[in-house]
């Protein structure tokens, strides 16, 4: 799978090509080696991030089901074997740098809501988006509130009323509503330290990584 072993030191050949592919610069890898180092030895030290210690660096729980973090693996794991490699730890995580290109962000947020990878997004799939958000933010909302919102995304966003929502449509529609990248952006990732305060996707979770059993 092409992954650094976590036994030995960063060489700096790696650390600059990562760089090179990122919005990251090499003091920002190193930073990100020792997180991904963190993390991928909260529950077992092998050198990748299983889905369980990915959940603990998201929500700090790794018990519980959780599907906007089984979305965000999903999309972390590139080569699809089910663990997250450094590579592919940095280069998804430099989606999320404020100066990573809007196409960037659009495209990961597309793949996001496109739950079944069809390349299209459903009316279903937006359904199950809205309820997990809701529900990470302990929020409950009458069945039939949610089913007018996912009504109202459709009626602005499928422009060919096809009851689809496909990756032009997309494009459009954040153009018109661009809060919804709104957690597209982590602002640490602008300006790392090696106390980097946490691993998160979303803004509004601010569990110190240190803190993480």
């Avoid at 949610?146 to 449509?169: Q, S, Y």
Wanted: hydrophobic share 40%; with cysteine; aromatic share 12%.
């Amino acid at each position: 799978m092409g992954c650094v072993c976590m036994k030995q030191k960063l060489r700096y050949n790696q650390k600059a090509a990562l760089a090179a592919q990122t919005c990251f610069n090499v003091k920002d890898i190193e930073v990100l080696y020792e997180l991904f180092r963190k993390l991928s030895s909260s529950i077992v030290d092998d050198g990748y991030i299983s889905k369980e210690e990915f959940q603990i660096g998201l929500f700090r729980n790794s018990k519980n089901q959780n599907f906007f973090a089984d979305r965000i693996f999903s999309l972390f794991d590139t080569e699809h074997d089910g663990l997250i490699e450094f590579r592919e730890f940095v280069q998804s995580l430099s989606v999320f740098h404020p100066d990573a290109p809007q196409t960037a962000k659009v495209n990961f947020a597309f793949q996001l809501y496109d739950v079944r990878d069809t390349g299209f997004i459903e009316h279903v799939e937006v359904k199950e988006m809205i309820v997990a958000f809701l529900n990470e933010s302990d929020v409950l909302l009458p069945d039939d509130i949610v089913e007018t919102i996912v009504d109202k995304t459709f009626k602005e966003a499928d422009l060919g009323g096809d009851g689809k929502i496909d990756p032009e449509e997309w494009k459009e529609f954040v153009a018109r509503n661009p809060s919804i990248l709104k957690n597209m952006t982590v602002p640490y990732l602008k300006d790392m330290t090696t106390a980097f305060p946490s691993f998160v996707l979303r803004p509004d979770i601010q569990d110190e990584i240190n803190n993480i059993p």
